[in-house]
């Protein structure tokens, strides 16, 4: 059982996203371009992280002895990233990362699937300074980030056209459906 750092929260995972990621970081199967960055970094016969998973939803457990964020009994969504280990029963994660008090409305399997797709779109519409009025194209917005770009980029006021395949334009257009 890991005991929480004083700036960590230790936390009993109830959910967890299962990415295309994490199956190629366990096989060390990448495409060739990122093969040759991506094994001095992860691991070459195998992920150098024996416990994969970068999200996870959950209920805090322990709480280290300089957190006043969090008590035990908080519902949170978590995003270590490269750190991993989200596919454990007990994790800790830092207070000062990525971790947030799930939304009440969201079940925990759906709080697990949302922090990748919706921090990295943040990230990207954030760097293109997406503003309302704007026009952006979205190629592959069925996906976890292309989704989350759709409606955040329509949250924005941004005007999005939006590229997948006939059997998700339905689901991709409800994303960015304005009231």
């Not at 700036?7 to 970081?25: C, F, I, K, Q």
């Not at 457990?61 to 969090?70: H, K, Q, S």
Request: glycine fraction near 12%; hydrophobic fraction near 45%; charged fraction near 15%.
């Amino acid at each position: 059982m890991p005991g929480p750092a004083a700036d960590e929260v230790r936390v009993r995972e109830l959910a967890a996203s299962v990415t295309s990621g994490d199956s190629r970081m366990r096989t060390a199967r990448f495409p060739l371009s990122m093969g040759l960055i991506a094994r001095p970094f992860l691991g070459f016969r195998g992920p150098r992280q024996s416990i994969l998973g970068t999200e996870i939803a959950a209920i805090v457990d322990a709480v280290g002895a300089g957190v006043t964020r969090y008590r035990p009994g908080d519902a949170v969504m978590a995003f270590p990233g490269g750190k991993m280990g989200c596919h454990a029963e007990y994790s800790c994660v830092a207070v000062s990362g990525r971790i947030t008090l799930k939304p009440e409305g969201l079940s925990f399997a759906e709080a697990a699937t949302l922090s990748f797709g919706g921090s990295t779109a943040l990230h990207f519409l954030d760097v293109a300074a997406v503003a309302p009025g704007d026009r952006v194209l979205i190629v592959g917005a069925s996906g976890g980030v292309g989704a989350a770009l759709v409606q955040l980029a329509c949250h924005r006021g941004a005007h999005v056209t939006a590229v997948c395949s006939v059997h998700n334009a339905i689901w991709c257009a409800a994303w960015g459906h304005r009231r």
